[in-house]
């Protein structure tokens, strides 16, 4: 070929398009589009801070007093076994802040794919020679494992809240958490993907985010509501990833299963199983990542 | 070998709904010529090069390029071209080198050469020193010369650029034609490029000039100039008025009266000089001489002024979220 000094060197082009299929090549992407967010979410420190003053206000402050009006009225908020067991409401919303953590942060950072677009850096991947299928994975997977650190680093607070953690219940969080984080960042991105800029935000903000964290039992739980809270809270995701995360915790505590399933999800009636729960948000998230690769493949 | 279409678009059109952008547009470059498509704002020259790189799809004709047809694989089309867009597209928040590691991953550099390839193309620029400074601290014109590096750090068979220069200032803008130039002969590449900038037009091996989606002209800056004819002379006089049908008499042509200076053409200007300041009878206050310009050329062809200064409304937003960007990103 034509390089007629020595200043270039790298393979022809011919011999780079054949070399091999295309699963490495979207494999390869998928890696360096997750590296990338891992790598700005590393150097972002200030945001690795600020996002942990949320989840402290609500375990301190909204914790704190609640417990302190719930006991005035009598306590029991979760029924007399969890009373007995000597459980606060502190306590109970720990996993659930968690969670929030988790929620929030997957979706924010799945979001960062408006960011790209509107600061230019999208069109870089998407005219590059990859599937685009890597791109929507890729940021899912970087969404998610933000989100999972966002929530697991809060597992430091356990002690300051007065709940036990084993060794057993930290490393089954582990995969739950990447569940939850997984399955909502893929929402996010499935959102993000037919988004064009980040006016939209607010929408997204008001009308999904917060009414799914409403929703999921962070807060308050999901046994004895209304019928058409039931029923909503139900069809929230989150609440699929809020339900383990609080037996994992509170059971590694030392609360007795009878008292777990009194404040736990049930559908029709029947106490779901854990590996139902992340069975259900899997699925969830392959849905959204499904309709992200579709979204991402459209060219005009 | 050296006379090889790289790149060949045959009556391509391209309609947004009623509106038809390109209009017909046939074209060959050679490998390693510097091509310019000139034309003003809204010619079509950002939707030609957006087919040709696979972003837009052409609604009829054929386009190939590196010998690929457009329409047919464009997959195979863009990992062997390099881009460098109006806008910028780098990751601020990370290094130069950074950056470029991510373009080599996604572009499928081996990871044996990665490495060299990064440093060669920093070389190439002049941005070694500052290879793992974050981008945000860099100036435009800096990020402009790591966008071209990254353009060419797959080594490809043609290298886009759409309005490389917009927004930067005259020096910024020779700096970065300074290595723009010498890329073909460094590195064997085809430079595409679209400017609305007649003097960058210069730096071109050849131009195309497109107005209303379809081509003018194409030819070398000095073929161009040639359609002008001879040289541009621009006449002020104590009287204009009076003045004009002299010169028309000793030019054999119609001056034109453009903001209080006569400007006519003239086949060669250092012999009309003279003759006019003897054989005018109001008094010749100025004189001035060039060899047409590519203004000229395109005032000619098309009758109207390219405007350069004039930014549109989609120029002001891009530069407004450019300022925003600088204050809303750390």
């Known amino acids: 070929m034509s390089t007629p000094n020595g200043v270039m060197v790298g393979t022809p082009a011919d011999e780079r398009g054949r070399r091999r299929g295309t699963l490495w090549p979207t494999l390869r992407a998928i890696y360096i589009i997750w590296y990338r967010d891992v790598l700005r979410y590393w150097r972002d420190r200030t945001r690795l801070l600020t996002s942990l003053v949320q989840p402290l206000l609500f375990l301190i402050v909204f914790g704190t007093g609640l417990s302190s ?6 306590g029991g908020f979760a029924g007399p076994a969890a009373a007995a067991a000597g459980l606060t409401y502190t306590q109970f919303i720990f996993p ?61 607070l356990a002690p300051l809240i007065g709940v036990k953690l084993t060794l057993g219940s930290v490393v089954a969080l582990v ?95 029947t106490v779901l199983p854990i590996v139902v729960e992340a069975a259900i948000l899997l699925a969830f998230g392959v849905v959204m990542l499904a309709i992200a690769v579709r979204n991402f493949r459209i060219r005009d | 070998m050296a006379e090889q279409a790289v790149i060949s678009v045959h009556n391509l059109v391209k309609s947004f709904g009623p509106v038809e952008a390109v209009r017909g547009i046939d074209l060959d470059v050679q490998q390693g010529e510097i091509f310019g498509f000139l034309g003003p704002n809204g010619a079509g020259k950002s939707t030609t090069i957006n087919i040709l790189c696979t972003l837009l799809r052409a609604t009829s004709g054929a386009a190939s390029v590196a010998g690929i ?23 601020h928040q990370l290094t130069a080198r950074e950056n470029l590691e991510f373009h080599a991953f996604i572009y499928d550099v081996p990871a044996s050469v990665r490495k060299q390839r990064i440093a060669e193309v920093l070389e190439m620029v002049d941005l070694t020193d500052r290879a793992d400074s974050v981008v945000m601290t860099y100036s435009g014109g800096m990020r402009r ?47 595409f490029m679209t400017t609305h900038y007649m003097d960058e037009a210069e730096y071109c091996g050849r131009i195309a000039i497109i107005d209303h989606g379809q081509i003018q002209a194409v030819g070398t800056p000095d073929e161009l100039k040639k359609m002008v004819g001879g040289d541009v002379v621009s006449i002020t006089t104590s009287d204009n008025l009076a003045a004009l049908p002299e010169i028309e008499a000793i030019a054999g042509a119609k001056p034109i009266a453009d903001n209080g200076t006569l400007r006519v053409e003239v086949p060669d200007g250092a012999a009309f000089v003279p003759r006019l300041v003897r054989e005018t009878s109001v008094e010749v206050t100025s004189v001035a001489f060039r060899r047409p310009s590519l203004d000229d050329v395109f005032l000619k062809l098309t009758g109207r002024a390219i405007r350069e200064e004039e930014g549109s409304s989609t120029d002001m937003m891009r530069m407004m979220g450019r300022a925003w960007m600088g204050r809303g990103r750390r």
């Open chain 1, 69 to 74: 009006a719930l006991s005035g009225a009598g």
């Open chain 1, 96 to 156: 659930g802040i968690i969670g929030m953590s988790v929620l929030f942060s997957a979706i924010f950072g799945a979001m960062s794919i408006v960011w790209d677009r509107e600061f230019g850096f999208l069109k870089e991947v998407l005219v590059a020679p990859i599937d685009r299928s890597a791109v929507a994975i890729g940021k899912s997977l970087g969404g998610a494992t933000q989100a999972m650190v966002q929530g697991l680093i809060l597992l430091i």
């Open chain 1, 175 to 269: 995969p739950l958490v990447f569940v939850l984080a997984f399955a909502l960042s893929s929402m996010g991105v499935a959102i993000a993907s037919r988004m064009r800029s980040m006016q939209g935000f607010q929408v997204v903000m008001n009308f999904l985010m917060m009414p799914m964290f409403f929703l999921s039992g962070a807060l308050f739980p999901l046994s004895g509501l209304p019928a058409w809270m039931t029923v909503l809270t139900r069809l929230d995701p989150a609440a699929y990833g809020m339900d383990p995360l609080r037996r994992v915790v509170l059971g590694g505590a030392g609360l007795p299963s009878s008292a777990l399933d009194r404040i736990g999800l049930t559908v029709f009636d």
């Open chain 2, 69 to 91: 047809d457009v329409d047919h694989d464009p997959a195979a089309v863009r990992s062997r071209i390099g881009l460098v867009f109006q806008d910028p597209s780098l990751d």
């Open chain 2, 145 to 191: 010369r790591l966008e071209i590096a990254r353009g060419m750090l797959h080594t490809p068979d043609v290298l886009f650029l759409d309005e490389p220069t917009i927004g930067l200032d005259p020096q910024t803008r020779r700096h970065i034609w300074g290595y723009l130039a010498e890329l073909p002969k460094k590195a064997g590449v085809t430079i």
